[in-house]
């Protein structure tokens, strides 16, 4: 995200100590988490991913209410990860709709655009499990379920 105040000429005379570290951008533990969700809209034609008009939800860290496994480490507040769902499938529909749900039960019924605009910027609830990709070579966070605080 692009600061107002960024001064290039200040970066360029400090050192590396200077520069932000980058991010670590992993899938959360299993378990329930406080977050802050930004949606991005990846339905526009130079926006979608592979081809696939979607949704992306970004999750900020509050805090880990409870971990499935003990053995886990909590998520550090900050940590970010997001999930994916892809909208021209029966499957990435599905999981959408779930979603959609438990924000229509805290926000009442609205079109799906509006149930958006209202879960952007909210402080939810989320249940989180891993996937793995079919190589299994990349993990993700899916959310297993939601409620809005």
Request: a negative charge; proline letters at 4%.
């Amino acid at each position: 995200m692009a600061q107002d105040n960024f001064d290039i000429t200040a970066m360029l005379d400090g050192t590396l100590d200077d520069l932000s570290d980058l991010p670590e951008f992993k899938p959360y533990p299993a378990g329930t988490h406080a977050v802050v969700l930004t949606i991005m809209d990846l339905t526009a034609k130079d926006k979608r991913v592979n081809g696939h008009p979607g949704f992306e939800f970004k999750m900020k860290a509050i805090e880990t209410l409870e971990l499935a496994d003990s053995n886990e480490t909590p998520l550090v507040a900050g940590a970010e990860t997001s999930c994916l769902y892809l909208l021209d499938n029966p499957i990435g529909q599905g999981s959408f709709k779930k979603v959609l749900q438990s924000a229509a039960e805290h926000f009442g019924a609205k079109s799906n655009r509006d149930l958006l605009a209202d879960l952007n910027g909210a402080t939810v609830a989320v249940v989180t499990r891993q996937r793995q990709n079919k190589q299994k070579t990349q993990t993700y966070t899916d959310i297993v379920e939601m409620k809005v605080a």
